[in-house]
């Protein structure tokens, strides 16, 4: 089982920053994935960014390329992400994921077994 605890969603203005934080506990493995996903409401869930817990590339979806930085600390467990350029299309619950079966993929929320109770950003115009 993986624990997963979202923190640092709030109320920012366009152009801001926000820092989310995923504190991780429980059994992780070199081969699981921890991914980033977010929903807006009345739309799918969807991929923001991942990496492979084992370490390796990070990947992002494109619209999220060269302003979101997905990365990890060892020492503390968690995953961050880093969001810069915030825009008022990038509201929505943001939630952080762990596959602990990687079958090939780590864009669609059904590769993902394992997710947190999410956190709100709100990017005002």
């Known amino acids: 089982q993986v624990q997963l605890v979202e923190s640092g969603g709030g109320l920012v203005q366009a152009g801001g920053s926000l820092r989310l934080s995923c504190a991780v506990s429980g059994r992780t493995f070199s081969n699981y994935w921890l991914g980033w996903f977010r929903q807006a409401p009345g739309k799918e869930r969807e991929f923001v960014a991942a990496?492979?817990?084992?370490?390796?590339?990070?990947y992002y979806a494109d619209s999220m390329k060269g302003r979101f930085t997905i990365s990890r600390d060892n020492a503390k467990s968690t995953v961050s992400l880093q969001m810069n350029s915030l825009k008022p299309e990038d509201t929505a619950v943001y939630y952080c994921a762990a596959d602990a079966n990687y079958r090939g993929g780590y864009q669609q929320a059904s590769d993902y077994d394992y997710w947190g109770q999410g956190t709100q950003v709100t990017v005002s115009s």
């Open positions: 990496f492979r817990w084992g370490g390796g590339s990070t």
